[in-house]
């Protein structure tokens, strides 16, 4: 698939990875923010979980049309103008009360993340070499999950000093960093260069359907299907920690920044391995491994006795969740046309977000009648049971791709040796 043709932007990356690290940053403080005013006003699972499917919802609902506008508008006219948007949302958003406004607001705000996401994903690869791409994939990753790390700790030192309004107001300003963004980055996508002619040819009509790549279903699914297993761990995890535990803000931030800590170091130790697997199929078999390794770690996080315990178990639990996410933007890469990348990462970003919103229902569910710790032990059962139930899916899946880029290589050389035997015997 059709990478840069020339030296890798990287000038053009270190510009996208700050941009992302600080947008990020500004995204978890305001989540972390509202999350735990919520939870210090007496709000129970539900009202956590409703404000998380509110963040969520608009990812998943308008990923069909911001994927189609990534791919057809000028990158440069969407990071400026959906930067500028939601600084404004985010400066509302600190001074609405009424929890009806605040929703509406969250959900707003998500919309232009919907917008600035397949953006952002699609540019990356426009901007390097095939073999640089692991490396250029795990600095933005870096990036996001640095500022997804400092963000939950930040949140918990400001909320307990200032209230919710000054982180909100804090992140409202970390989205000009995408308006910089949009007007420093050379490398751009969509609008009149999406028609441009290439070596004198007119760019044919795209024709890129995930159904007709098997792999790529099946990397989408299997994902989906493990985030919706354990994704109530995302809501149950503040009632664990801060009441069944009894932490501080400030330890509950330190605790979930971990789990991004690991998400970093391990973007960078399996960015080395991708640039060794050639092989789609074995990046899909690792990727299904890797999401074990989360589900054991969400499993183990249910026994400690202490939140400072947590440390080193989500440490590892981030690790493997880092090099699944490096697995799966390099198949994206790999497999899908240029001019669909967008559309693409939108697709897998709304099925992964899907599956998070029902866990996110189902651990607001929960909690009303039962209690946080054996609610974190059914989360890393349930995720294991899923790992285990798509594994013959994923095992098919690649032995069905090995099979046809088989059957490809021999009929390739059958049409070569053809060719050249018509070269040997003499026409009449």
């Given at each position: ?8 932007r990287w000038s053009d990356v270190w510009i996208t990875t700050a941009a992302r690290g600080v947008s990020t940053c500004g995204d978890f403080l305001a989540a972390s923010a509202l999350t735990l005013a919520l939870q210090s006003a007496g709000a129970g699972g539900l009202a956590v979980s409703g404000l998380l499917l509110a963040a969520t919802l608009p ?310 009648v039962a209690a946080p710790r054996p609610l974190v032990a059914g989360c890393g059962v349930a995720g294991l049971l899923m790992v285990a139930a798509v594994a013959l899916p994923v095992r098919r899946a690649v032995r069905a791709e090995r099979a046809a880029r088989l059957t490809a290589v021999s009929g390739a050389g059958r049409i070569e040796a053809g ?10």
């Open positions: 698939m059709s990478f840069t043709s020339g030296p890798s990812l998943v609902a308008l990923a069909p049309l911001t994927g189609r506008l990534a791919d057809r508008v000028d990158s440069r006219l969407l990071l400026v103008a959906a930067g500028l948007a939601q600084a404004g949302i985010c400066l509302a958003l600190a001074y609405a009360g009424h929890p009806a406004l605040v929703i509406g607001l969250v959900a707003l705000l998500a919309a232009g993340l919907a917008v600035i996401q397949p953006v952002l994903s699609a540019l990356v690869p426009a901007m390097v070499r095939a073999e640089d791409l692991p490396r250029a994939s795990a600095l933005n990753q870096t990036a996001g999950t640095l500022g997804a790390l400092a963000g939950p700790a930040l949140a918990g030192v400001l909320v307990g000093e200032f209230g919710s309004r000054v982180p909100l107001l804090i992140d409202a300003g970390s989205y000009l960093a995408l308006v910089a963004a949009g007007l420093l980055i050379c490398t751009r996508r969509g609008g009149a260069r999406r028609a441009e002619p290439t070596e004198g040819h007119a760019t044919p009509a795209t024709t890129w359907r995930l159904r007709r790549d098997p792999l790529l279903v099946v990397m989408v699914g299997t994902l989906a299907a493990v985030v919706a297993a354990v994704g109530a761990i995302n809501v149950v995890e503040v009632f664990f920690i801060r009441e069944t535990l009894g932490s501080s803000t400030t330890l509950y931030g330190l605790v979930t920044g971990s789990w991004t800590l690991g998400v970093v170091v391990g973007g960078w130790l399996f960015a080395r391995l991708a640039r060794r697997l050639a092989d789609d199929g074995a990046l899909l078999g690792a990727g299904l491994a890797l999401l074990g390794g989360c589900c054991l770690a969400v499993l183990a996080s249910a026994a400690v006795p202490a939140a400072s315990l947590l440390v080193p178990i989500w440490l590892a639990g981030g690790v493997a969740n880092g090099g699944d996410n490096v697995f799966n933007n390099l198949l994206l890469a790999r497999r899908v046309p240029e001019a669909d990348r967008a559309r693409a990462f939108a697709v897998f970003g709304a099925a992964v977000q899907g599956a998070g919103m029902a866990g996110f229902l189902v651990g607001g569910l929960l909690l009303e060719a050249e035997l018509a070269t040997l015997v003499p026409t009449r």
